[in-house]
């Protein structure tokens, strides 16, 4: 069965902590993702990778940096967290154009 | 840019039926995408069409896309409490893996 895990369901930081999420996918996909989920919004692109060591920016990526060293690991970090970046973070993997999504991390920055 | 609308949110009542409507703007997606979100969950894919389809029925969903006026629906069938989720529609952006979601409907089931 398919499975796409994120490190930790609900997280709280504090504003200017480094923050790490972390995604791990177990069907061997090139193409991972991570949106981030606001009400009214829906989901919004913040970086993908199409392979190891390889990423592109989304539509909204300031303030965020990413890390894929294996193929079934990206990781999401958040360098400096402000509390604007409270929010759903979703990670994904696809193949083909279905994308398998993780539980999601919500993360509140006070 | 690319652009995927959708209403907020929708109300039926147990066994009616529920449509969902969603409008996109790039013309060269050749898949649309129904993905649903239960609570607390992340994002399932539910169904998708082929863009040179007019119409896909799996068994109480049914998808109608208009190519012409870039409008996609979802409609589900004698709708159960167990309907009740965010739906969200997306266009897949230059025919890559790269998606665009709309902003979700949030569907509410009532007895």
């Known amino acids: 069965d398919v499975k796409v895990t994120q490190s930790s369901r609900y997280l709280v930081k504090r504003t200017g902590e480094k923050v790490f999420l972390e995604c791990v996918q177990d069907?061997?996909?090139?193409?991972m993702f991570w949106y981030r989920q606001d009400p009214g919004l829906g989901l919004r692109l913040i970086y993908f990778s199409y392979d190891v060591k390889m990423k592109e920016k989304g539509d909204i990526p300031e303030g965020y940096s990413v890390s894929r060293e294996k193929k079934e690991r990206f990781s999401l970090i958040l360098e400096s967290a402000s509390t604007n970046q409270t929010s759903m973070y979703l990670c994904?993997?696809?193949?083909?154009?279905?994308?398998?999504f993780g539980p999601g991390t919500r993360l509140t920055v006070l | 840019g690319e652009d995927v609308e959708q209403s907020l949110f929708l109300s039926v009542r147990e066994g009616d039926s529920s449509v969902i409507n969603c409008t996109y703007t790039?013309?060269?997606?050749?898949?649309l995408y129904w993905y649903k979100q239960e609570p607390g969950a992340g994002l399932q894919l539910l169904t998708y069409?082929?863009?040179?389809?007019d119409m896909k029925q799996d068994q109480r969903l049914t998808v109608l896309l208009n190519k012409k006026d870039k409008h996609l629906s979802l409609r589900i069938a004698d709708t159960q409490t167990g309907d009740s989720a965010i739906y969200f529609c997306?266009?897949?952006?230059?025919?890559?893996?790269?998606?665009?979601f709309g902003t979700g409907t949030r569907l509410q089931v009532f007895p």
């Open positions: 069907m061997d996909h090139e193409n």
């Open positions: 069409i082929f863009s040179n389809m």
């Open positions: 997306a266009e897949s952006l230059n025919n890559t893996d790269k998606l665009i």
């Open positions: 790039d013309s060269s997606s050749t898949y």
């Open positions: 994904a993997s696809s193949i083909a154009g279905d994308l398998f």
